[in-house]
């Protein structure tokens, strides 16, 4: 072959040279999801003979302390309260979420299957939403609420105001309704994301009321001065707040749409560094760090021994003679001899 028949040749390998050298490089290979290995054990899930609590609701709750808007609530009454004896309260913040029984906490099955084997006492729960005005939607799974309704005011910020709803709005409803005890050892409160840093804000403004904190995925960082909490632990007496954090090391990391890093905005270091703060400090403390996002798988798959690390003083008896106490929690029973009237399983 002749040198000119060879020419056109040679450019067209040139060129193709050249246009693959141009060509964008590969899309790196998605990362694995590491949510993928959380999923719900069996307390997290229905059981035959297992009795079922009575989750009532919605209901209502106008505010004082947020004017012009309300919060909307569930009541869990697990099948063995006896309106005779005091009982136990756990508050869950964004209540919808955690009364889901197709989403990733199912805490009403969780409550009755820890209820009935004496792993946690008999305690009622309150599923409470973030405040809304009447025209604003009530949240969802889907939408819990940042955009439209108080949640960003009510659950980020420092002040006392939530603790106000909880504590003199909510509790006298709810001792006017129920027999809780007034102990606050046997009040807890929890929450997920923003919801967590707002029971903690409750316990930590309010120890008089509740004193048992349960915090996934807590936002502690500064979207309304929440990193803060660390130094604020630091330089305060110790109050008397058990706590369990639970955060992921894929959660929110801090960096901005434009690659910059603010650690004030990790919701991991922040985790972490008020976690260093509470042990420093000698605060009954449990914390898990796990490889998930911001979310509630780790949190839903581990609810249960949380809840049960959290509860775990409660009365118990040693007696070996004490039959009751190595039996199930059972519902009460119709009396054979009144009918009509409850007889409860001691």
Same mark, same amino acid.
């Given at each position: 072959?002749?040198?000119?028949? =060879? ?9 193709? +040279? ?9 899309? #790196? ?6 949510? *993928? ?5 069996? &307390? ?11 989750? !009532?609701?919605?209901?209502?709750? #106008? ?64 599923? *409470?939403?973030?405040? +809304?005005?009447?025209?604003? #939607? ?8 940042? +955009?439209?309704?108080? +949640? ?11 603790? !106000? ?17 007034? &102990? ?38 500064? =979207? ?18 058990? *706590?369990? =954090?639970? &955060? ?8 901005? %749409? &434009? ?13 972490? %560094? ?10 009954? =403390? ?15 798959? *581990?609810? #249960? ?20 106490? !190595? ?18 399983? %001691?």
């Amino acid at each position: 072959m002749t040198k000119t028949a =060879l020419l056109p040749l040679l450019f067209l390998l040139a060129g193709s +040279r050249g246009a693959a050298a141009q060509q964008p490089p590969a899309a #790196p290979a998605p990362a694995p999801n590491p949510d *993928i290995y959380y999923q719900l054990g069996p &307390d997290s899930l229905p059981h035959d003979g297992v009795p079922k609590g009575e989750v !009532r609701g919605p209901l209502t709750l #106008p505010s004082a302390a947020y004017p012009g808007t309300q919060h909307t609530y569930w009541v869990y009454v697990p099948a063995q309260y006896d309106a005779a004896v005091p009982t136990s309260l756990m508050i869950f913040n964004d209540g919808q979420a955690y009364k889901n029984m197709d989403g990733d906490l199912r805490a009403p099955n969780v409550l009755d299957n820890l209820i009935y084997r004496r792993e946690i006492p008999v305690m009622l729960a309150v599923f *409470i939403n973030p405040g +809304r005005r009447p025209d604003q #939607p009530e949240p969802t799974p889907q939408n819990w609420g940042d +955009r439209d309704t108080n +949640r960003p005011a009510e659950y980020n910020s420092l002040d006392d105001k939530y603790a !106000r709803v909880i504590v003199d709005e909510l509790m006298p409803v709810l001792y006017k309704e129920y027999n809780l005890s007034k &102990d606050p050892e046997r009040h807890g409160i929890g929450g997920a994301s923003s919801g967590a840093i707002a029971a903690f804000t409750v316990a930590w403004q309010r120890p008089d009321a509740f004193r048992k904190v349960l915090s996934t995925v807590g936002s502690f960082v500064n =979207l309304r001065g929440g990193h803060a909490y660390a130094d604020i632990v630091r330089g305060s007496e110790k109050k008397p707040i058990r *706590i369990y =954090l639970q &955060d992921g090391r894929n959660d929110n990391r801090g960096v901005g %749409r &434009d690659g910059t890093y603010d650690e004030a905005r990790d919701w991991f270091v922040q985790n972490v %560094r008020l976690m260093r703060a509470l042990s420093d400090k000698g605060y009954d =403390l449990n914390y898990t760090w796990g490889i998930g996002r911001h979310g509630q798988k780790q949190a839903g798959a *581990i609810l #249960p021994d949380m809840l049960r690390w959290l509860w775990r003083d409660h009365a118990v008896s040693t007696d070996p003679n004490d039959t009751r106490e !190595r039996s199930f929690n059972e519902k009460p029973k119709m009396s054979a001899a009144f009918p009509g009237l409850l007889r409860f399983a %001691r």
